[in-house]
């Protein structure tokens, strides 16, 4: 999904991988010292987008933020791969490096720590985050482009962002 925060230095937006669609949100993991998880710590607050180009279709969300426990990240950190794990505890993402090589040379550092039958456990730095949407719309193109916009306002206070009572639907004008 394309992911949008805004940080000190204004929007960003990235690809994440969305891992989970629950009834509380959409969950999605990365190094807890990225440029990501920084603007989060800044404004715990996201907006998010999956597109389906050729079927003319999108939905786009956004509300707060809030972080995974360490267990539910150290759940899912154990299913991945093992060059992912890796990957995770060499890489300083979005953190300036010399070159290709000084990050190849982490990966090896990393290898010989964590021999290949040895488990890999969650770094410090890395961990889980889910978006609590509070507005979500559907979209579906129209070759006139008078496309369909659906938009569902979450019926919440701020002490129950995981727990809507309810949504409102209004459509939206192309």
Same mark, same amino acid.
């Given at each position: 999904?394309? *992911? ?24 999605? *993991? ?30 786009? *969300? ?13 759940? /899912? *950190? ?50 889980? /985050? ?45």
């Amino acid at each position: 999904m394309s *992911f949008a925060t805004c940080g000190p230095d204004g929007p960003q937006v990235r690809i994440v991988l969305a891992k989970d669609l629950l009834g509380s949100g959409i969950t999605f *993991f990365t190094n807890l010292e990225s440029a990501k998880a920084r603007d989060l710590d800044e404004s715990p607050r996201a907006a998010a987008v999956f597109a389906w180009l050729p079927l003319h279709r999108q939905v786009r *969300f956004r509300g707060p933020v809030v972080e995974l426990s360490r267990a539910e990240s150290g759940a /899912y *950190f154990a299913t991945r791969p093992r060059g992912s794990q890796i990957g995770a505890w060499a890489s300083p993402q979005s953190h300036p490096i010399a070159t290709r090589e000084e990050l190849l040379a982490q990966v090896a550092e990393i290898e010989r720590r964590f021999p290949e039958e040895s488990e890999i456990p969650l770094p410090d730095h890395w961990g889980g /985050y889910r978006i609590l949407p509070i507005a979500m719309e559907f979209w579906q193109g129209q070759p006139s482009r008078l496309h369909d916009r659906l938009r569902f306002d979450a019926c919440v206070d701020d002490a129950q962002l995981d727990d809507p009572s309810g949504w409102t639907l209004t459509r939206l004008a192309p």
